[in-house]
């Protein structure tokens, strides 16, 4: 099992970029990395997600180094309404591993 | 696409009754769909996981018989929790992964507020 490991929780100005580190040293060959944002009595929403180098998309950047073994999640010009707890889950198409959520990162973005 | 719906949204029971929540995916078929729990100030804890037409599998702790998961068809899956006590009171979130998607991605409910006093 592909365990994850963030930090806590972090701040943040309005308008800056934010990148948040998620490492999982075991990953394993067919995992894909997840990540999710999580507001407040809502559940998780799909954010992001990938295999390796980079990927992009209309909301954030995930990078993956070529060992895999950690990914950070780039929020670029962060606003108020992007304070929510972030999540990366790693897992594969075959099964159930990335079923299970570390303690995610309490993201403040502060005005 | 792929929306997951949850209701009802926010229930209020008095002890020792049963309460169903259901989980649709609206626009896709789900294969499977996952149950989980989560208390304030903490992170999802996954309770059981429903193949559509097969017996969920439960998550080590979580008694089956107090939360029984029926997945009846590909786009429904309900939690019943029997006989609730305070303790139960807690968000549930249920998630849904369908074949179509070629990464092993969930999509999640909105969430139930259980509140049992």
């Known amino acids: 099992l592909a365990k994850t490991t963030q930090p806590i929780s972090m701040d943040s100005y309005e308008g800056q970029e934010v990148n948040i580190t998620c490492s999982h040293n075991n990953i394993a060959t067919n995992d894909y990395i997840t990540w999710y944002q999580q507001f407040p009595s809502q559940g998780p929403r799909f954010i992001i997600q990938?295999?390796?180098t980079k990927v992009t998309n209309e909301v954030a950047s995930l990078f993956i180094p070529a060992d895999r073994k950690s990914s950070t999640l780039s929020l670029p010009r962060v606003s108020l309404s992007d304070t929510a707890v972030y999540y990366c889950l790693v897992g594969g198409e075959t099964g159930a591993n990335n079923l299970f959520f570390g303690t995610g990162t309490r993201l403040t973005v502060i005005p | 696409g792929a929306v997951v719906s949850q209701h009802p949204s926010r229930v209020i029971c008095k002890s020792g009754t049963s309460v169903k929540i259901e989980c649709r995916s609206l626009?896709?078929?789900?294969?499977?769909m996952f149950w989980y729990r989560q208390f304030p100030k903490k992170s999802l804890m996954l309770m059981a996981t429903?193949?559509?037409?097969?017996?969920?599998?439960?998550e080590q702790g979580v008694e089956k018989d107090k939360f029984l998961i029926n997945h009846a068809s590909l786009t429904l899956s309900t939690l019943t929790v029997t006989s609730a006590h305070p303790e139960d009171s807690s968000f549930y979130i249920c998630s849904a992964r369908g074949q179509q998607y070629s990464t092993d991605t969930q999509y999640f409910g909105p969430g139930t507020r259980l509140t049992v006093l």
């Open positions: 429903s193949n559509e037409g097969s017996k969920a599998t439960y």
């Open positions: 990938g295999y390796k």
């Open positions: 626009d896709f078929q789900a294969t499977t």
